[in-house]
């Protein structure tokens, strides 16, 4: 029938090849053209009539599994969502773990023999008998300036809040006394390579200075602004916290085993050489000397990159949530970077490690070759010097906003 009807509708009739099509429902015109409107009964007028109900919103409606409420606030996870999540670098991130049990195995060495020989050593500041390395007065002076720079960083940082624009102002103008004191020090001691290089620096900083001073209001309102963030999630400051006391504690062990390492292998009337594992000499001490150096570097790094990323989450929960900001921020950033972005931080803090080692070991050349009266090999080392800071701070650079996007959307 069906078909019948579409043969019929789109077959040409006989005649004079047009069909008559019949009037629509709605309306009609007359012969001459004009508009006759159809009388239809409206039984729905003055709602009379209608037997449809009206429609009911309230029924049968069950919120997704996600929200639990329209009060409730998304999880980090829930605010930053990962569409594939997945263990980025993880060789980096197995690589770290494999250097920092090497460090340990070293420094359990190396500790195992400073204290068989804790009596010649000494066990506290005047009673050492040791004249030929590092002993526990190295020990005592480590700890202590690693407690007070702990301490002089949180008075930094509440003094930067306090007075805000007199402490950008006094901190350069500190900079820029400092740099032409070092100058004309080293000029005065005609270290010269050294000197002009400070003075240039110095002359670089006044310059940079002038050009910052219309740029101090908004970096004073920037600085509060930041501080008044962390003060409203109090997690920044206890991250910040057992940040600073796991980066203590990472120094002072780094402390004792650099001087334990000293002790049980540095050569000559030396009782350690015969206790525990390994013989003494010169080149086994400069061979672990490099390598936990290098150790520390990474871990120091890879410490402070977490950290970072950590806060990072925080803060950019904030700036993209600040109407509605998820909750377990904190929580959910560290189990992010410690998990997923693991071996991302682990690589990022790798390239730094790599290049704070090649600073180190051309400073150690720059000053044995000062030593040695070489000016040409000083001159060349101290630009090599200055290329590797330039490189160190454009990584640096890098790593500050990747590891930013990384703790939001936890790519590599």
């Known amino acids: 029938m069906a078909g019948g009807e579409a043969n019929s509708y789109y077959q040409m009739p006989d005649g004079d090849g047009q069909k008559d099509y019949p009037m629509q429902p709605q309306q009609a015109y007359n012969q001459n053209g004009q508009y006759q409107q159809q009388n239809y009964q409206e039984p729905y007028q003055n709602g009379q009539g209608y037997s449809q109900p009206p429609p009911n919103y309230g029924q049968n409606f069950n919120p997704r599994p996600d929200m639990n409420g329209y009060d409730n606030k998304p999880t980090f996870e829930q605010a930053f969502k990962i569409d594939k999540p997945k263990w980025n670098d ?9 250097v920092f049990a090497g460090y340990v195995a070293v420094s359990g060495i190396a500790l195992q023999g400073y204290a068989a020989t804790k009596g010649f050593n000494g066990g506290g ?19 202590f300036c690693l407690a007070m720079a702990m301490v002089l ?10 007075f805000t624009k007199q402490f950008i102002w006094i901190t350069g103008i500190i900079h820029i006394i400092a740099g032409f004191a070092t100058a004309i020090y080293m000029l005065s001691r005609k270290y010269w390579s050294g000197g002009i290089v400070f003075l240039i620096f110095a002359i670089f900083t006044v310059v940079c200075f002038i050009s910052w001073i219309p740029r101090i209001p908004f970096s004073v309102v920037m600085l509060q602004t930041s501080i008044d963030v962390s003060k409203k999630f109090g997690h920044v400051y206890l991250v910040s916290l057992v940040g600073g006391v796991l980066a203590t504690a990472l120094g002072a062990w780094f402390s004792v085993t650099f001087v334990a390492v000293y002790v049980k292998y540095e050569p000559g009337a030396n009782p350690a050489c015969s206790t525990g594992a390994g013989g003494c000499s010169s080149a086994k001490v400069i061979g672990l000397l490099v390598f936990i150096t290098f150790a520390m570097y990474w871990i120091s790094e890879f410490l402070k990159n977490t950290i970072h990323v950590i806060i990072s989450g925080v803060y950019g929960s904030w700036y993209f949530c600040s109407h509605n900001p998820p909750k ?43 030593n040695s009266g070489n000016i040409a090999a000083d001159i060349a080392l101290c630009i090599l010097q200055c290329l590797i800071g330039i490189l160190d701070w454009v990584v640096q650079f890098i790593n500050r906003y990747a590891f930013s996007y990384i703790a939001l959307y936890g790519k590599a």
Request: charged content about 10%; overall charge positive; some cysteine.
């Open 125 to 143: 500041i005047y009673d050492s008998n040791n004249d030929f390395g590092l002993d526990t007065n190295t020990i005592v002076l480590f700890v």
């Open 328 to 370: 377990n921020i904190t929580r959910g950033a560290a189990r992010r970077s410690l998990t997923y972005s693991f071996g991302s931080i682990s690589l990022g803090s790798l390239v730094v490690a790599l290049i704070n080692m090649l600073r180190q070991a051309c400073s150690i050349a720059r000053q044995q070759e000062a």
């Open 90 to 98: 993880w060789w980096a991130g197995l690589l770290f773990l494999a």
């Open 153 to 162: 960083s949180y008075i930094y940082v509440w003094l930067a809040r306090a």
